[in-house]
């Protein structure tokens, strides 16, 4: 099971929407085949395994990261592929929780085969959490980045921010970027720091979504971020598109974007992981409405002073009991930077 999730970590960057899955193939304790998911619209996992083995595959046992899908999609259905080829066990990490492709291991135990799941299932999840975020509440996992000094400050009080941070730490930014399906800034940076957002550092087959949150549609007709591939602005009020970017205008009571409706939008467009490279009063909208799943922060060994903008703005709180609080996952050195990866632990209240 571990090496099936290490092939389907191959699929890390291209396979979106669909999920990354990978299949070792087994006769005893000698591996026989192995395959994995590259793309949407390109074989699955057990498909391209069972078809390096050929007819050799009846007895064998399949390891897969995920229940195999039960329907035809764009490709034949891999339980009923499995069956086909009599192999004689299936041991699957996750259950498939897709609706359209559940009940394979039901399929496959009418057949006679016997189906397991349940291995290594935490270490399945991680590797799907926006598939399965997306398939099972409607949204996207949304990662918020940020790179900040030690006193917490993450632009100059003018907006800049490039670049707080060193080298590896920016490439390791690159790679988390290269993972998602859409990235996701505001107007403010934009109009600040004139980025890109798209993946350079490293090498990869797919550019993700680029998303803007600008509610007065200020984006400049110039900016590099319209460059390249269509872009996607959230708007809180009707107006011309720029060109190269579609608009779409989901207004909340007090003028702004609706957040959570944007983030069930870009689910309905299939985004499984997002992305967020914002400044601090976005990056404070998306916290206070419980928006953000987890939070990736770079913290550089410098000092910026108060008047610099800070990493998010929420609300003051009267105790301490009510900060909101965080469980680190990992701490990592990156060069001169540290790299945090944490998710929420409590749920902070919205600004009254």
Not at 98 to 123: K, M, Y
Not at 302 to 308: N, P, T
């Amino acid at each position: 099971m571990r090496r099936a999730l290490a092939l389907a970590e191959k699929g890390l960057f291209t396979t979106t929407p669909n999920p990354r899955v990978g299949c070792v193939l087994t006769q005893g304790e000698t591996v026989v085949a192995e395959g994995w998911h590259e793309r949407a619209g390109g074989p699955h996992a057990e498909m391209v395994a069972l078809e390096k083995i050929r007819s050799g595959a009846e007895g064998c046992t399949a390891y897969v990261n995920l229940e195999p899908c039960n329907h035809h999609g764009r490709t034949p259905p891999c339980a009923g592929a499995l069956i086909e080829a009599k192999v004689a066990r299936v041991v699957a990490a996750l259950r498939d929780p897709n609706p359209q492709a559940a009940h394979g291991g039901e399929a496959l135990a009418a057949a006679g085969i016997r189906f397991e799941h349940g291995l290594l299932e935490d270490e399945a999840r991680e590797l799907n959490l926006g598939f399965l975020s997306r398939v099972q509440r409607g949204r996207p996992w949304v990662r918020l980045k940020i790179a900040a000094t030690l006193d917490g400050r993450s632009a100059l009080a003018s907006g800049a921010s490039q670049w707080i941070t060193g080298p590896q730490a920016r490439r390791d930014g690159h790679r988390w970027r290269a993972r998602a399906c859409a990235v996701l800034t505001g107007a403010g940076t934009v109009i600040a720091d004139d980025p890109q957002l798209t993946v350079r550092d490293i090498e990869t087959p797919r550019q993700p979504l680029r998303v803007i949150v600008d509610s007065r549609l200020e984006t400049p007709r110039n900016a590099r971020i319209l460059q390249g591939p269509r872009a996607l602005i959230f708007a809180a009020r009707p107006g011309a598109a720029p060109e190269n970017a579609e608009v779409v205008v989901l207004p909340n009571a007090h003028g702004k974007v609706e957040l959570p409706r944007m983030l069930e939008e870009l689910a309905r467009r299939g985004i499984n992981e997002l992305h967020v490279e914002a400044g601090f009063r976005l990056n404070g909208s998306l916290t206070r409405e419980g928006c953000v799943d987890e939070f990736l922060l770079y913290l550089n060994p410098s000092f910026l002073g108060d008047g610099a903008l800070g990493m998010l703005e929420l609300p003051a709180v009267g105790v301490l009991d009510e900060r909101l609080k965080l469980r680190m996952l990992s701490l990592e050195r990156l060069g001169d930077d540290l790299r945090i990866l944490a998710r929420p632990g409590s749920t902070v209240r919205s600004a009254t």
